[in-house]
């Protein structure tokens, strides 16, 4: 075949039909399998994603409803109670609501210390757990029932036990929530967080007796922001005492003035005395925090 004739040949190969192909189910075949194992995995990694997230809320419905069944313990486990008494035992969402829950359970506080003891930790941990308001006039009812450094100790412990339960509870499930609501704020206070990281349990202490952040952001942002439980107990432990002072005052010279009558009475007078310098103490506390962070 010499050059001329290549053109010739070119031409008679290009005009040749292709081979058959001998396996064409076989491809076929392999090919419906690689198209089906990418969606037998996404429907796997689907319905791995349902059951992360379905666990985290049976478990809060868990919890939430636990506390309703000790709630109801507490309360079926009280004595019979006088219809004027009945009338009074509510939630607190006043100084007269708290009043006269406070005179209706002295009622009982003697004989039945141990389940007015139970009914006023229980409810105080739920309202502190789920952000639900109504704790401030519990602080003040704690005064009214209990001896001061009893109440005093109530309140602090309920309160980090409560917003402990509530730091868990936003640790499993409203992470995303937070993220995605208040996605400035969280992260401005993680700027803040990781700025005094070192002195973590005095910055919680500081801002539990300050006003610059609500309790209740404090509670649900510090499991988003890497805040560790321990430091964060201890701080709310030790943080919610001073400003406790001026509501446990309260609920004391609320009962003195409900069950003596007298409105200037020596031991009332010195308990606002005692009450005027203890509100000092967070102001103190508050520079010597201050002074100590910056």
Not at 19 to 47: C, D, G, I, W
Not at 140 to 154: M, N, R
Not at 237 to 245: C, E, K, N, T, Y
Not at 280 to 293: H, M, N, S, T
Request: hydrophobic share 45%.
């Amino acid at each position: 075949m010499t050059i001329k004739d290549l053109p010739n040949e070119l031409l008679k190969i290009k005009g040749r039909e292709p081979l058959p192909q001998t396996y064409p189910n076989h491809v076929n075949n392999m090919a419906s399998k690689t198209h089906a194992e990418p969606s037998f995995k996404n429907s796997r990694e689907t319905s791995q994603k349902v059951e992360s997230n379905t666990g985290p809320f049976i478990f809060l419905g868990l919890i939430f409803l636990g506390s309703l069944v000790a709630m109801a313990f507490v309360y079926w486990s009280f004595p019979q109670l006088r219809p004027e008494d009945k009338a009074m035992i509510k939630l607190p969402r006043d100084m007269e609501d708290a009043k006269g829950l406070g005179m209706a359970l002295s009622n009982y506080n003697d004989e039945y210390f141990t389940q007015v003891l139970l009914g006023f930790v229980i409810i105080y941990i739920f309202l502190q757990t789920f952000a639900i308001p109504g704790s401030i006039f519990l602080s003040i009812l704690s005064g009214f029932l209990f001896p001061f450094p009893l109440a005093l100790f109530l309140v602090c412990l309920c309160s980090s036990i409560g917003a402990s339960f509530c730091y868990l509870l936003f640790y499993l499930v409203g992470r995303r929530l937070v993220q995605y609501y208040l996605p400035d704020r969280v992260a401005q206070w993680c700027e803040q967080v990781n700025h005094h990281r070192d002195n973590l349990l005095s910055y919680i202490i500081f801002l539990r007796i300050t006003p610059f952040l609500p309790n209740w952001f404090i509670n649900i942002s510090s499991p988003v922001i890497g805040v560790p439980l321990l430091p964060f107990f201890l701080g709310t432990f030790v943080g919610v005492a001073p400003p406790s002072f001026g509501f446990i005052s309260a609920g004391v010279e609320l009962y003195v003035l409900t069950t003596t009558g007298d409105v200037m009475s020596f031991k009332s007078i010195m308990i606002v005395v005692v009450c005027a310098v203890l509100s000092l103490a967070p102001v103190i506390f508050k520079r010597q925090l201050k002074a100590k962070i910056e």
